[in-house]
């Protein structure tokens, strides 16, 4: 049995292409890791085109429970090698096979793998990580309670994590680099907000703790910045942007830009024919959870043009 | 009083613009004719990502609602031509004129001005007008219960005016020049539709009634089709698709491609430095709201960028 399209993420990219391509009556594969991908950790989001207010883990839901009403399949599994292949009817397919074993036979596939959160690469990063080094602000702001912590970063997503983070803790610097590269929105609110502290200019040279650093009771208790000041914290949270997810994509041929970005134009087609790409994987220069959406919408709709194309339009 | 952004149309695109840019700290007006655009003719809409079933209204309301709150101003006013001129303080700006009279500025301007129905251009069509020929199904299905109608098209709103009119009609025809190009989904629902029949190869010759035409008391009763069979109907809906509104655009110097859609790149920038251009008015070929809406996004981001470079960031 070959799927006509399978998606390789469950994001919000991922799970409205499921949706879309399913309602084209493409029969629809979504291999997802995290069901609602990075969505998940988001606390509230507000820029969601007609909702005013939303939890991550609800427009997730939704998203899924949409995807799954119109068709398509969602499978828990983590791809692990994508292949060009044939059929038992000897057509050209993709083979995605997965950590459980399977393998997926697909004439076409979206890549809607998001991104990785980037690290900042210093000594202790690695060694406090868990103990006082987090990469998601909405994940463990409850563990931080009257307590100081350093946000590291200066977009948007460091903004949210530093107002989230002053909903719990008692002061929270900011550091930024060069400059705040967040929506002017909530650069206000930082501005407003008398527990956040912004130091610009300079970046963290080292993060310092109690205990064997890596041992059990390790902690983090100091940061020192590149400037020589020293920063007494209980936590640090990096928001220094996300990397994106590739590896995949880049060994099936697929063409990245310098950084690594799938190469997508506006109809969300990669340089290889059936093969598409939406969302934070991409080059597209904004990404947002709605952007992702309609670019995945647009490769269900290319892959379907594709696919009916190849006179296979009524496989489900 | 220069304003960071104007929009011009209130349809999902017009309105997710509204939000975004209010979000970015743009002082922003959407200058909308029908608030909600063709969205508000649309009895359900279950692609919009997330909304498994929503109606046009609803949605319309919800973006509306999301732009008020997030700051964006909204009038009812119709624009009557848009020019590019000088504030009082000598700024380069772009002047919007209404039929209200008045004059409003801006340093950057989104054309979120959508589509207008197109027109079959055969005899009666005209005098018929209102009388029986409509191009609205799920405004005017209401008036044609338990009677027989022809929906003229073979796109995805066809299908869709089609199965509408299905629910209240005793038998609908469908008027199919080449082939249907409707999603697959709804290609299905319309075969296996008992009271729908699908006529395939030929075109409305022209549309006869009773009475004097353009005369009160006059009603559409025949159409007569080019292969020379005559239908006895109620009712003519028309849904061959939708023209772009481009004639503001033009005039500013906007270019247009050979449909007279207004091009964009990715980030929907036109051709002129602060005009963008999102939605059904663009060469975007999937006319979807959900892809307007993100368009409008991104042009949204694209004139906070813009605006920022010409240090106007803080304007709201």
Redesign the interface.
Known sequence: MTYGLIIIGGG?AG??GG??A?????KTLVLAVLPGGLLTNIHDI???????SISGMD?AN??M??AK??GAEIKFEEVTAVEKGKNEAGEAVFKVKTTGGAVYESYSLLFATGGKHRLLNVAGEKEFSGKGVSYCALCDANFYKDKTVLVVGGGDAAAKDAMVLAEKCSKVYMLVRSVLRA???NI?LLEQNPKIEIIYGTEVAEIMGTGVPSAAGAKVALVRLKSGRELTVDGVFVAIGLDPMNVLAKDLGVKLNDKGEIIVD??SQTNLAGVYAAGDCTD???K?A??G???A??AA?SA?KYIRNLIK??EK
Request: hydrophobic content about 40%; glycine content about 2%; overall charge negative.
């Open positions: 919000p799970l409205s949706m879309y399913a309602r084209l009556n493409l507000e820029n969601w085109p007609g909702e005013k427009l939704n998203l429970e949409h009403t119109s929506e002017a929105a206000k506006r109809a597209i220069e904004i947002q709605i952007v959406s309609s670019q919408v647009m709709f379907y339009i009524y």
